[in-house]
């Protein structure tokens, strides 16, 4: 017993190594690339120093660090199995009847540890700082302000109300909109007011309306019920959830939400009629980054645990390599499925996992001879 958790200690630190240093190697590449993408960006804006370029790609890092985990642990791990087998390490193990799936328990509990870390801690970092970098990015290199300076156009917005009858809904149509950092305003503004079974309560009519604290205030209104003529009823209010932030993120990328700020604005979307499958996705696959990286973990080990006197080492290695692409190419194209809405947003999220989880074990059991 005192062998294997010695042996468990050595191979957990040994692939724990292994995959930081792999994760921390291809998130400093992908950031040199999106530093040199920045300064290309920059070099049409003369205003803009180098050191405000840094920043921004300085404050992608976590970001990256997230979308570059599954490779590196299997290129993590794909390190330490191979070096283990070519210094007959694991065949001394293996001759002291230890099977490969005690030998993998202690690197697959690591990368699992690793996954729920960066799903908790480091998405949380990253969100923060993905919104300022978003910012910065807005203000001073990007041109037209993009979605969170929505300005013109028609817009419809769908929330509880609950003011007139439980379970109301209250839709808002608006010809015109200005939205700022700090307030929004809405011209030619028509309001549906619905009970709990889609039958109209009354319609209110309004040439401004503003969105303040915990509610909306429309200005100079009329409303007219059915079977009534329209009536002048001055200025109303309209509770609200939301606020010009919540809708300045709604028009943002979700990874500007951590993991824990997801659930709740996942429902205030659809609660006010945006859509909410890019979250949703985003949201599920973050849950499923830590069975993900246990499952790398795995993959590495099915493709580089070969003996070299079997031959054909190379070619294993070069195939665990290509399938950590193809299970890449497999979550992409999952993710569009997902967001086009051709897919469950649970089922596009988990899919890649449940695929390379798949081949993993069945490589384990192919080299344990059943």
């Given at each position: 017993m005192g062998f294997s958790?010695?042996?468990?200690i050595y191979i957990a630190r040994y692939f724990t190594l292994n995959s930081i240093a792999m994760i921390l190697a291809l998130t400093g590449l992908v950031s040199l690339f999106d530093f040199i993408d920045l300064l290309r960006r920059a070099a049409t804006k003369p205003n803009v120093p180098a050191s405000l370029v840094l920043e921004i790609a300085g404050l992608h890092i976590p970001y990256y660090i997230i979308y570059v985990l599954p490779f590196g642990i299997l290129l993590g791990g794909i390190v330490c199995f191979s070096r283990l087998t070519r210094s007959s390490e694991l065949i001394v193990a293996r001759a002291a009847g230890i099977s490969a799936w005690q030998f993998l328990a202690s690197p697959l509990a690591c990368a699992i540890f690793i996954g729920l870390f960066t799903t908790t801690g480091i998405s949380y970092l990253s969100s923060n700082m993905y919104?300022?970098?978003?910012?910065?990015?807005?203000?001073?290199l990007r041109t037209g302000g993009g979605p969170l300076?929505?300005?013109g156009g028609e817009l419809w917005l769908r929330q509880a109300d609950e003011s007139l009858t439980d379970h109301g809904v209250a839709i808002l149509h608006a010809q015109n909109v200005r939205l700022t950092k700090k307030t929004l305003e809405l011209s030619g503004?028509?309001?549906?007011?619905?009970?709990?079974?889609?039958?109209?309560?009354?319609r209110i009519e309004s040439p401004i309306g503003v969105l303040g604290k915990n509610q909306w205030i429309f200005q100079n209104s009329s409303q007219l019920r059915p079977d009534h003529?329209?009536?002048k009823v001055g200025d109303i209010t309209l509770p609200s959830d939301l606020t010009v932030s919540r809708i300045q993120e709604s028009f943002a990328s979700p990874d500007t939400l951590s993991v824990f700020?997801?659930?709740s604005f996942i429902h205030l979307l659809e609660r006010s009629g945006f859509p909410s499958i890019r979250h949703r996705l985003h949201f599920q696959s973050l849950l499923a980054l830590p069975i993900l990286a246990g499952t790398m973990a795995l993959?590495?080990?099915g493709f580089s645990m070969r003996p070299a006197r079997r031959g054909g080492v190379a070619r294993m290695l070069g195939s665990g390599i290509a399938a950590g692409f193809a299970l890449f190419t497999v979550s992409k194209v999952a993710e569009?499925?997902?967001?086009?809405?051709?897919?469950?947003?649970?089922?596009?999220a988990w899919a890649p996992t449940g695929a390379g989880l798949c081949l993993a074990v069945a490589l384990l059991l192919h080299m344990e001879d059943g």
């Open positions: 958790t010695t042996l468990a919104r300022e970098a978003e910012l910065l990015d807005q203000t001073y300076t929505l300005q503004v028509t309001i549906f007011r619905l009970d709990e079974h889609d039958r109209l309560i009354l003529f329209p009536q700020a997801l659930p993959v590495s080990a569009q499925f997902g967001e086009s809405g051709a897919l469950p947003p649970v089922l596009a």
